[in-house]
């Protein structure tokens, strides 16, 4: 218990006093999460769409492709991207690998099929003539779309948040493809795994502790968002 | 917005699924200010009808819609036409944001929108439901309000997807006369699909049948409800007692409404041939059944059953015992001669026929 104890007064000193290793690690973090976020949301939510309303051979194993990808574990994630991007792998050119880079694109891949998966969960909770009743009222297509948007947008915001919370908080992927590089793709995850791994307790525990206010700062923010939206209508 | 051809319609409009037809109207044709009822049973093609003329088929559509007797483009019947679906789909939002979202889907303000829709919530009676959760509303006034949308718009074409249907049959004869009083007046051509011929006589000055995707019969209400032309029509109407020539020994086979079509309870019950109009057949008693306000008969005979309703409680000492022989009368029977609108039915209607009636359920259905 002295340990955890001990650890937890540290972390909260090294937080206050807040030196410049932590900070670059945390701003670190927040840079290649909420990109990969952004991707997932760019990419998912397209993806998510069509599987969701358009009409289409296949359209089941579609869903269910993507609803497997919502348990992609990062390790695997990881593997493939660190293939993918190996100097003498297909795209090895670019040198992206152990780059904050190659971190985006390895937490956008385990991003977008969350997002797809509870994009096409979201719109179809809505009931399926939504859209049709919109048209129905005068709207074009694409407006009809973006009223169905707007009437799933709790759920929406949700896979925002679903994603984001799967991306701050993987290790594999990051660890794999950024090589946890001091100064260059150190997260906040890979340098509390190094940290426990040394001993320093404390430093994981501070790590820990920013990690989670990140995410909950990010959440807060959009719950205000998703809330007060459905007060003000 | 004048002349003959002001309003809603098609030429040769066709719907498939795959290869399936399931539609074919050659021509139809509701004039501003006019409403047509679209009557056919479950499964006839009412609902894709509607969604084709409103460009919101899901299937294969050909053929033109016309708006005011020209083939119209996509944005300008969008414009035109307002739909209300069979189920009431709310958004999100108060009653009062869902009201004006088909003028705010036309680029209306929301302060503008709120002044032309107005009127149309009073009209209605939602005044008092204005501030509500659109969500937390019951079946009947999410109806309400669904209708409301679309009148809101103003629009030049209503088409009305079986908006009653579900409602509870007080809601539903409150809404229909709100409806009918809120079109009266309105340069608005209307179609209401429908199953259901109270409906259509409420609120239709013409009728069109619907069967199996084609339009068997169209017309003025009045005459189309009162004028089977053959069978499927003919349950349509009500007109559920087939006479074969057989059993009557005429020439066509002769239709019936159940509550034209009584037992004769006592030999001199009433003069047997007082019109011309009256038949009677023989069969035999199967069952009685009461149902408060009238009695149901079954009657079996020599070409099928026949089912006779009596106005309300007959008291089972009158009735003759199940099993045995007894006469039935029929009045104002019709013929099925032909689909030819023209030529005359066999029988004039009586005195007492609801022709030209209007308003909301004219009498129980059984």
Request: glycine share 10%; net charge positive.
């Amino acid at each position: 218990m002295d340990v955890l104890f001990n650890g937890l007064v540290d972390a909260i000193r090294l937080l206050l006093t807040g030196d410049q290793d932590s900070w670059s690690i945390t701003a670190l973090t927040l840079r290649v999460s909420l990109t990969a976020t952004a991707i997932a949301l760019l990419l998912g939510l397209p993806l998510g769409a069509t599987v969701a309303l358009a009409r289409f051979p296949g359209r089941r194993i579609a869903l269910a492709a993507v609803n497997t990808g919502m348990g992609l574990p990062p390790v695997v994630v990881g593997l493939f991207v660190t293939v993918l991007l190996w100097r003498s792998g297909p795209v090895g050119g670019l040198g992206l690998l152990y780059t904050p880079t190659a971190m985006v694109i390895a937490q956008a891949a385990i991003a977008t099929p969350i997002v797809a998966a509870l994009v096409a969960a979201a719109l179809q909770q809505v009931d399926p003539d939504f859209r049709v009743q919109m048209q129905a009222l005068g709207a074009t297509p694409i407006r009809a779309l973006a009223a169905l948007l707007g009437e799933a947008r709790l759920p929406l915001l949700a896979a925002a948040m679903a994603a984001f919370g799967a991306v701050v908080s993987e290790v594999g992927a990051a660890q794999m493809v950024g090589g946890n590089l001091a100064g260059q793709t150190r997260v906040l995850t890979t340098a509390a795994v190094l940290a426990t791994s040394r001993g320093q307790f404390s430093l994981a525990i501070a790590f820990g502790i920013i990690l989670l206010l990140i995410a909950f700062g990010v959440n807060l923010s959009l719950t205000l968002i998703q809330q007060r939206q459905t007060v003000m209508r | 917005m004048s002349g003959l051809s002001a309003g809603i319609g098609c030429r040769g409009l066709r719907v498939h699924a795959g290869r399936r037809e399931l539609l074919s109207v050659p021509e139809l044709h509701v004039a501003a200010g006019s409403t047509l009822a679209v009557l056919g049973p479950n499964g006839a093609g009412k609902s894709t009808l509607l969604r084709a003329l409103g460009l919101l088929s899901s299937h294969r559509v050909s053929g033109e819609i016309l708006l005011d007797g020209r083939p119209a483009t996509r944005s300008l019947l969008r414009d035109a036409i307002v739909a209300v679906l069979q189920r009431p789909i709310m958004r999100r939002g108060t009653v009062a944001a869902n009201v004006i979202s088909g003028l705010r889907f036309r680029g209306v303000s929301r302060r503008e929108a709120r002044i032309r829709a107005w009127p149309w919530i009073e009209a209605l009676g939602l005044g008092p439901l204005v501030g509500r959760d659109a969500r937390s509303l019951s079946i009947g006034e999410a109806q309400r309000v669904s209708i409301t949308r679309a009148l809101a718009v103003g629009p030049r074409v209503l088409l009305l997807d079986e908006p009653f249907s579900g409602l509870d049959s007080t809601t539903r004869a409150d809404l229909l006369a709100d409806l009918r009083a809120a079109l009266t007046g309105q340069p608005t051509a209307t179609i209401l699909v429908t199953h259901d011929r109270h409906e259509a006589l409420a609120l239709a000055e013409d009728t069109a049948l619907l069967i199996d995707g084609r339009i068997r019969q169209h017309g003025p209400t009045a005459e189309v409800l009162d004028r089977p032309g053959d069978a499927d029509t003919a349950r349509l109407l009500g007109y559920t007692n087939l006479l074969p020539p057989a059993l009557t020994g005429g020439t066509h086979t002769l239709v019936a409404r159940p509550e034209h079509t009584q037992l004769v309870l006592a030999p001199s019950d009433g003069p047997a041939d007082q019109a011309h109009d009256v038949r009677s057949v023989t069969g035999t008693l199967r069952r009685t059944v009461a149902l408060g306000v009238a009695t149901r008969v079954d009657v079996d005979t020599s070409a099928g059953s026949l089912t006779c309703l009596h106005p309300g409680d007959v008291l089972a000492t009158e009735l003759p015992p199940i099993g045995s022989d007894v006469r039935v009368r029929i009045r104002q029977a019709r013929s099925l001669i032909t689909a030819d609108r023209d030529e005359p039915t066999e029988t004039l209607p009586g005195p007492g026929d609801r022709q030209g009636t209007r308003g909301p359920a004219f009498d129980s259905e059984l």
